[in-house]
């Protein structure tokens, strides 16, 4: 167990025609002993290179890795003392899921052979794949086979593990299932684990920290509370939180947001923020709208709208709202309601935009100006 | 609901259809067709020298007893494994050290082409594509002049030549062992690269990541999942040698290397005419071998054409 460190790492793929393309640019990160950093992004925005990098499975163009404070980008994997979870597991097809998990020890360790053995008995027992031990991977379910790709890379006790994808390929509720299972299990290890997803949910619910890359820029590192509350910027305000927060691109007008019929009246503090800026992206998450009967508007932040479409969800509802159905290109926004509330197509209700809950972000670079506040100092501490 | 479909069944003889009888038909006649030169050759083989005809060579010997003895004639049998017995054991010898090595040799060549990545990788690939290309004709001079007058494996060969079970006139085996094993070589790598490709890159970034090194991720996990293929492989080359006249003839040329596909050129030939049963017991004993590997690697080599 130890800490990680990438300082400033890039990969840049060269193609066959000579044309360069940045993977990864300039990404650094320290990974405490023991935590759990969850990297996550769109497909394409360099995590998994990333991974592949610490690994050592990618060389590094420019950067360097430090596990343990030390240099390790020249290291061949197999000396880097680190496991990793493949998205298709990547078990040996033709050795039994004893075999499997004794191979690591086997080539990596001095181990003896009733030693390695030992391990692999307690490994299983973890993992409660004990009576698995015999057999082959094609004889094992998805979820089995997770497991036993799970206590591979567990029973070396590596100094870290690296999980590419690797709920991806279970099904949904099996997916929960191990979410919670593999945070029990790194939490009782307590071994420095980077963990890849494009899944913000998984991002969200497991990593002690996330980071958040695009286009192979990182773009926020911090606790799960704190990408989601306070953004850096709409890429990550917009892929962290599921259904996505809306965003508005409106002209500053004086100490009003305008945009066709919507108008948004900003505090001091918020005006403040974007000084000089003739056109700002307002932002709000789907669940701070409130949704009130018609009628009885009684400040500017309160707005007629008609419900378009209820998605329901059980527990709550999305619903798509609209300023006004009747034009051609209508503004579309989303918020939640609870799920018991008796909501549908076509009715006139009034939304709520309450002014602690709005974020402010540059038309063109996309960095937050301003992001929401709490009531309290108390509450902005529990959240963040 | 669907309207009616087609005409009602056409019945005919013994419940079946007629194009369903003539497709029967025809499969009856092509299984004929086909195995109707292996049966003339085996009727033949044990048809007596004196009583054959020529007519009817199809048919089981109308006389198959050896005249006056009340016995079958398997003289023509015993005259083959007399004739072919030395070609045979040099085949033998040939056939299966070739086999192996191209096999073997083919399947690391695949490995290091496919598996494992470095510059330069595909230059050399490109060279063992180019050499399946190579027609057997354009290295034929070549190949005496290298074997005869550069390589002296013969002077290798003559001192060994006092330990047992070596003799002097192995060296054109080796020789042909060496030829064989490096034209047998693209199609191998060919082969085991098309498996290769298919194994899942994961699966060796997880060998290495768990520290194996490219020896160990070649000998326990290449290897055990490439038996399908090398069952495919070895049958191929297995036919390929032993059925080689070519190389034979411009390596051993003659003498007491001769392998079995040059002694089956000259036995049961002789001034006074051909005696046809030796030659078809000769040609049968000749390719049990080739039929021995397929029945016994046949279901690996089905599993490896299949996968």
């Known amino acids: 167990m130890a800490a990680l460190t990438l300082d400033n790492i890039t990969k840049v793929f060269t193609e066959d025609d000579g044309n360069e393309i940045r993977a990864v640019d300039e990404v650094s990160v320290d990974i405490e002993d023991g935590e759990f950093l969850v990297l996550v992004g769109p ?8 991974l592949r990098m610490i690994a050592g499975l990618e060389t590094i163009t420019s950067g360097e890795i430090r596990l343990a404070g030390g240099r390790i980008n020249e290291k061949p994997p197999a000396e880097r003392d680190i496991a990793m979870v493949f998205q298709s597991y990547a078990l040996y097809p033709h050795m039994t899921v004893r075999e499997n998990m004794s191979f690591g020890l086997e080539e990596s360790t001095e181990m003896a052979e009733d030693a390695i053995s030992e391990m692999v008995a307690d490994t299983a027992e973890l993992m409660e794949i004990e009576e698995l031990l015999d057999r082959k991977p094609s004889d094992l379910s998805g979820g089995q086979q997770q497991r036993v790709a799970l206590g591979r890379a567990i029973v070396r006790a590596p100094e870290a593990f690296l999980m590419d994808e690797p709920l991806s390929n279970l099904d949904a509720k099996l997916r929960a299932t191990m979410r919670t299972e593999l945070q029990r299990i790194q939490d ?5 684990t980077v963990y890849v997803t494009h899944d913000q949910t998984e991002a969200m619910t497991m990593g002690d920290r996330i980071a958040i890359l695009d286009d192979g820029i990182l773009q926020q590192v911090g606790t799960p509370l704190e990408c989601y509350h306070t953004p850096n910027n709409r890429f990550v305000a917009g892929f962290i939180g599921d259904p996505s927060m809306n965003f508005f691109e409106m002209d500053v007008d004086d100490d009003t947001l305008v945009v066709d019929r919507f108008a948004y009246p900003l505090k001091p503090a918020q005006q403040e923020a974007i000084a000089g800026k003739s ?30 479409v209820v998605e329901p969800r059980g527990d709550e509802n999305t619903v798509h709202l609209t300023f006004d159905r009747n034009v051609s290109d209508p503004i579309t926004f989303t918020a939640t309601v609870s799920g018991l509330r008796d909501v549908s197509a076509g009715d006139a209700v ?10 402010l972000f540059d038309t063109e670079t996309g960095v937050a100006l301003h992001n929401r506040t709490f009531e309290s100092e108390d509450a902005t501490k529990q959240v963040l | 609901m669907s309207t009616e479909t087609g005409r009602p069944e056409e019945r005919s003889l013994f419940g079946y259809s007629l194009p369903r009888l003539g497709l029967y038909a025809i499969l009856a006649g092509m299984t004929v067709f086909y195995l109707i030169p292996i049966e003339t050759g085996l009727m033949t083989a044990i048809t007596s020298p004196e009583t054959y005809t020529g007519q009817f060579p199809y048919l089981p010997p109308l006389e198959p007893l050896v005249p006056n003895t009340g016995q079958f004639s398997l003289a023509s049998w015993q005259g083959a494994l007399d004739g072919l017995g030395q070609g045979l054991v040099n085949s033998l010898i040939l056939v299966v050290p070739a086999t192996i090595f191209s096999g073997l040799l083919g399947s690391m060549a695949a490995f290091g082409l496919t598996t494992i990545s470095w510059r330069g990788q595909v230059g050399i690939y490109v060279l063992f594509v180019a050499g399946i290309f190579i027609p057997y004709q354009a290295v034929l001079v070549p190949l005496t002049q290298f074997w005869y007058n550069v390589v002296p494996l013969r002077a290798v060969f003559e001192p060994l030549a006092a330990l047992p079970l070596v003799e002097t006139y192995h060296w054109k085996l080796v020789a042909l062992i060496i030829t064989h094993t490096a034209y047998g070589l693209p199609i191998c790598t060919l082969l085991f690269r098309a498996h290769y490709k298919k194994l899942s890159d994961e699966m060796v970034e997880a060998a290495q990541l768990d520290g194996a090194s490219v020896a160990t991720i070649y000998r326990r996990i290449i290897l055990p999942l490439s038996i399908p293929m090398f069952a495919v492989v070895f049958i191929y080359q297995f036919t390929q040698i032993w059925n080689d006249l070519l190389f034979a003839l411009t390596i051993v040329q003659f003498g007491d290397a001769a392998v079995v596909t040059q002694e089956l050129v000259g036995i049961g030939v002789s001034q006074s005419g051909t005696n046809f049963p030796l030659r078809m017991a000769a040609a049968l004993l000749a390719a ?6 397929y029945v016994v690697f046949g279901d690996k080599f089905a599993k490896g054409v299949a996968a």
């Not at chain 1, 949704?291 to 500017?300: A, L, T, V």
Request: proline content about 8%; glycine content about 8%; overall charge negative.
């Open chain 2, 288 to 293: 049990l071998p080739t039929l021995l590997v």
């Open chain 1, 43 to 50: 497909s394409g925005c360099g995590k998994s290179t990333t």
């Open chain 1, 188 to 192: 009782d290890l307590d071994v420095t």
């Open chain 1, 279 to 308: 056109r700002v992206v307002f932002g709000i998450r789907p669940e701070d709208i409130r949704i009130k009967e018609p009628g009885g508007i009684s400040d500017n932040y309160q707005f007629e709208v008609t419900i378009d």
């Open chain 1, 350 to 359: 009034v939304a709520t935009f309450p002014p602690d809950s709005i974020h």
